[in-house]
């Protein structure tokens, strides 16, 4: 199974958080781990607004347990561009592009995400 990970289950993950369901645990225990460009942008503006406090090292973290970056492409974006707009969040958006154009399945706890044409393990 390949996985791409929603930036805040790669949080919960790296934090041991136990809100992670038991299948998104499988998913990241058993899968082909991607991590998005857009949640390394994400992560690096909610820090330098003081939104988020996390390890400066989690993204080596992320690649030692697995992570593989899954850059933004053109097509990613003209994609994301088109979707429907169930969902404001530009970095949301991005993910549920990539899953589609790369054929993961979008590890996430975000119910709003249900509207897409996109397969969420939750």
Avoid: N
């Amino acid at each position: 199974m390949r996985v791409l990970l929603d930036t805040h289950v790669l949080l919960w993950a790296v934090l041991d958080d136990p809100r992670l369901s038991a299948a998104q645990l499988d998913a990241i225990g058993t899968g082909e781990l991607y991590l998005s460009a857009a949640s390394v942008w994400e992560i690096g503006i909610k820090r330098a607004l003081g939104k988020l406090d996390v390890p400066a090292e989690i993204f080596s973290i992320a690649v030692d347990a697995g992570c593989r970056p899954l850059p933004i492409s053109w097509t990613h974006a003209e994609t994301a561009a088109s979707l429907p707009p169930h969902h404001a969040d530009p970095f949301d958006r991005m993910l549920i592009a990539q899953a589609r154009c790369e054929g993961l399945q979008l590890v996430s706890s975000d119910v709003r995400l249900t509207g897409y044409d996109v397969d969420l393990i939750r």
